[in-house]
Nanobody
Framework: QAQLVESGGGLVQAGDSLRLSCVAS????????MAWFRQAPEKEREFVAE????????SYADFVAGRFTISRDNAKNTVYLQMNSLKPEDTAIYFC????????????WGQGTQVTVSS
């Protein structure tokens, strides 16, 4: 069954770093665009970052402010999110998403990985 699987979440202190990974399982088509979203308790899911086939296509939410970096390994159909200088307000479930085309919606989603940042 085609799916995206996230890993790398955990409990860290403010100022620490984490690297999230998301791999598309065997049978999943190539993800032309991959992205990270997050959802904090009692809040709506929000966009964090996305990337197309090349690193030059990366874009970020304003709140990232140079702290996060999205990257991908096309050969492995995998996307990463390097998060530095984490803040308590970054606490959320982080979801990976994939789209099969440049103008397709994100229709492939992972189950999420919990990131908790203590003050």
């Amino acid at each position: 069954q085609a799916q995206l699987v996230e890993s790398g979440g955990g409990l860290v202190q403010a100022g620490d770093s984490l690297r999230l990974s998301c791999v598309a399982s065997e049978g999943t088509p190539f993800m032309y665009r991959m992205a990270w979203f997050r959802q904090a308790p009692e809040k709506e899911r929000e966009f964090v970052a996305e990337i197309g086939r090349s690193i030059a296509s990366a874009s970020y939410a304003d709140f990232v402010a140079g702290r996060f970096t999205i990257s991908r390994d096309n050969a492995k159909n995998t996307v990463y999110l390097q998060m530095n200088s984490l803040k308590p307000e970054d606490t959320a479930i982080y979801f990976c998403a994939g789209a099969i085309g440049a103008f397709h919606a994100y229709t492939y989603w992972g189950q999420g990985t919990q990131v908790t940042v203590s003050s």
